[in-house]
């Protein structure tokens, strides 16, 4: 194993931890995390933001579109992409390599599963009208590369969930996309 987080409420129970895990492994302590494998990660007193701001930033510029302008959404809701048979091809390499990019960003922006989602159905056979729709994603993701998830240190035990469906959302197979999120909220008191 390269790289290990570890948290403890207690200091006395990350320092056993630490003695017991040197007894099998060579490791070291480098103190409190800020970034770990392409996350900035800020904590606070009410809490911890994990974001990519600095991979989302690189992203936009390995892909030429940093002085481009920015898009308030990552998809256009009347959009609708399909297979496009009589499209313009594109290299599907360059296809293939902005869609992992993103779907690496996902990580910690959940608001563009979504869109990445539907853009990598056509990886085996991307056109240029999906193109344009992974160039708007990132545009979007330009302007947004502050973008991040907030967890906070008071919440209580509770368990949300989010659905969402677009029924028969697909024009080619007439398949619908459904995707959901669940939470649990765990405050933990000591004394």
Not at 52 to 75: C, I, W
Not at 95 to 110: E, H, W
Not at 132 to 153: E, F, H, L, Q
Not at 162 to 190: M, P
Request: charged fraction near 25%; include cysteine; glycine fraction near 8%.
């Amino acid at each position: 194993m390269d790289d290990i987080i570890f948290r403890a409420t207690i200091d006395q129970l990350a320092h056993e931890f630490l003695k017991e895990m040197n007894r099998e492994f060579e490791m070291s302590m480098v103190g409190e995390l800020n970034y770990f494998l392409g996350f900035q990660v800020k904590q606070r007193k009410d809490g911890i933001f994990i974001s990519q701001e600095k991979y989302a930033k690189n992203l936009v510029k390995r892909f030429g579109l940093d002085s481009k302008k920015h898009t308030s959404t990552p998809m256009s809701s009347s959009a609708k992409l399909s297979i496009d048979a009589a499209g313009v091809d594109i290299d599907p390499t360059l296809y293939r390599s902005m869609i992992g990019s993103l779907l690496y960003l996902i990580a910690s922006r959940p608001n563009i599963a979504f869109s990445v989602g539907v853009c990598a159905r056509f990886q085996a056979a991307s056109k240029e009208s999906h193109l344009t729709a992974v160039k708007r994603i990132i545009r979007y993701v330009n302007g947004t590369s502050d973008y991040g998830i907030w967890y906070t240190k008071d919440s209580n035990e509770c368990l949300a969930g989010y659905l969402d469906a677009d029924w028969a959302g697909c024009i080619d197979d007439r398949k619908s996309t459904s995707g959901g999120c669940f939470i649990l909220e765990i405050t933990w008191f000591h004394g």
